[in-house]
């Protein structure tokens, strides 16, 4: 069968419409590619916003909890041992020779020393944060031992610390703030057992206590748990995970995970 | 006089007035060698229409014209793959050169006697690569750009639609060529070139147009 000049010149046109048409297609799916493309950008960004204003509450929160510290312990131990200090040297009369009265005085004074010191690592936790997650809860945890009557074990298993992830770790640092507050004010508990787990691509942090636990269900219904609320979304924020575990009279124990290089 | 005045010298003409306009205060020279190729391209027309009328065969200044063609269009693949630090801009010379061995070879087959089709034909398939590499790169790229105001995606899309809706032609080349079948009292290869020139310029001068208004602005806003 042989093809006419006709056929073949109509052949012709069609083949050219065709791969005329298959540019068209193909330029469309690009833009199209491209606005989503776009989308997923600005999500992006919306969520690298949502991450910084976390971060920047999560600072303000650290700072606000280490001012209130310092007000605590300036009005608590310092002030107290200061004034102790001030009645016994007026208590002191100058012509007699009163040693065991100035010797108190010494002692007081040195121990007011010892609670500056003290009150001034407290204050450069701040900076150790940034580099080093376990030494900043270990400042923490000396903190609440001097002042409670809390058995605390503290393991620290980091192998190593990132500094460009030293963001997460201050709102990590936060959410064990937020735990160890909810154990000292609901849980009743005595011993509180805190592990930082670091295992290739994760840094776990695991808070237990043997306080009288409360039913998750029911604290996320009854809308007191937004501490609960709250540690889950910045959990999830840092693309993390928080498991608790919780029974009532059977003590809490709190996993929050998150990728860590 | 009024021979001078096709589909193809028109649209070349207003393409380049297009981008004497549009390119002509333009600071990057890569853009500016735009309106001397399509200077180029419109003498080229002209010149080739002036040899039609006097009965001469054409077919040389076309072919001379190829390399400048080969030349322009790989200089820009290279300069846009340049911008996506892509690795495939390092080929260029590798291409340039097989397009001289085939170019030479295929003029040494025919004796400088006719237009080396199949040159065009290679040429044209690895600028339809080149255009998809390019779309590739635009995907993959992490930074948005708004598509419908980028130059650069205009002047390959108007690449893509010349090579590719000329794939028909470069095939029945030899037939067209041979036959000479003229269903309007034009040949078919011409009046499909006339729609193919008729969107690759079109494409251009959008992007001319948008590299004009894109250099306003950043000039207004600085």
């Known amino acids: 069968m042989q093809i006419s000049s006709k056929e073949l010149i109509f052949l012709i046109f069609i083949i050219t419409f065709i791969f005329l048409l298959a540019p068209i297609f193909l330029i469309t799916y690009i833009t199209v590619y491209n606005k989503k493309k776009a989308k997923y950008l600005e999500e992006k960004e ?8 976390e971060l920047l509450k999560s600072q303000i929160e650290v700072q606000e909890r280490l001012m209130q510290n310092i007000a605590d312990n300036l009005h608590d131990n310092i002030g107290q041992l200061l004034s102790l200090t001030s009645v016994t040297l007026s208590s002191i009369s100058p012509e007699s020779s009163q040693h065991e009265k100035i010797k108190t005085a010494g002692d007081l004074t040195i121990r007011a020393i010892r609670e500056l010191r003290q009150l001034s690592k407290m204050m450069s936790a701040q900076e150790v944060i940034k580099k080093n997650l376990g030494h900043a809860i270990a400042v923490e945890l000396d903190w609440l031992k001097k002042g409670t009557e809390f058995s605390i074990k503290f393991k620290d298993n980091t192998t190593h610390s990132n500094e460009e992830y030293a963001d997460k770790e201050l709102i990590l640092f936060r959410l064990f703030q937020e735990i160890l507050s909810n154990i000292i004010k609901h849980a009743q508990a005595s011993v509180i057992t805190i592990i930082l787990d670091q295992v290739p691509g994760l840094l776990s942090l695991s808070v237990k206590d043997n306080g009288k636990g409360f039913a998750i269900e029911e604290k996320m219904k009854d809308g007191a748990g937004m501490g609960l609320h709250n540690i889950s979304k910045r959990a999830m924020m840092m693309s993390g995970t928080l498991s608790i575990h919780s029974n009532p009279g059977s003590g809490t124990e709190i996993l929050v995970s998150i990728p860590y290089l | 006089m009024h021979a001078y005045f096709t589909v193809n010298t028109i649209t070349e003409l207003i393409c380049f007035l297009i981008s004497l306009y549009c390119l002509f205060n333009e600071r990057n020279n890569f853009w500016k060698s735009f309106i001397f190729y399509l200077l ?40 846009l793959y340049e911008k996506y630090k892509s690795k495939a801009a390092l080929t260029l010379y590798g291409w340039l050169a097989l397009f001289m061995v085939i170019f030479t070879l295929e003029l040494s087959e025919n004796r400088f006697a006719a237009f080396p089709y199949k040159t065009a034909a290679v040429m044209s398939v690895v600028f339809v690569f080149a255009s998809c590499y390019f779309y590739l790169l635009v995907i993959k790229d992490e930074h948005f750009r708004q598509l419908g105001s980028y130059p650069s995606f205009w002047i390959v899309n108007g690449i893509l639609f010349y090579y590719f809706g000329g794939t028909a032609c470069n095939i029945f080349y030899d037939y067209l060529v041979h036959q000479q079948i003229s269903p309007f009292g034009i040949s078919v290869r011409y009046t499909i070139y006339n729609v193919l020139n008729i969107l690759l310029y079109s494409c251009w001068s959008y992007a001319f147009i948008c590299r004009y208004r894109q250099r306003n602005l950043s000039s207004s806003s600085l």
């Not at chain 2, 040899?51 to 790989?74: I, Q």
């Open chain 1, 46 to 53: 919306e969520l690298r916003k949502v991450f910084e204003l």
């Open chain 2, 40 to 79: 180029i391209v419109y003498l080229v027309e002209t010149s080739g229409v002036y040899l039609r009328t006097l009965k001469h065969n054409n077919s040389m200044l076309y072919t001379a014209f190829l390399v400048a063609e080969c030349a322009m269009m790989s200089l820009f693949f290279y300069h």
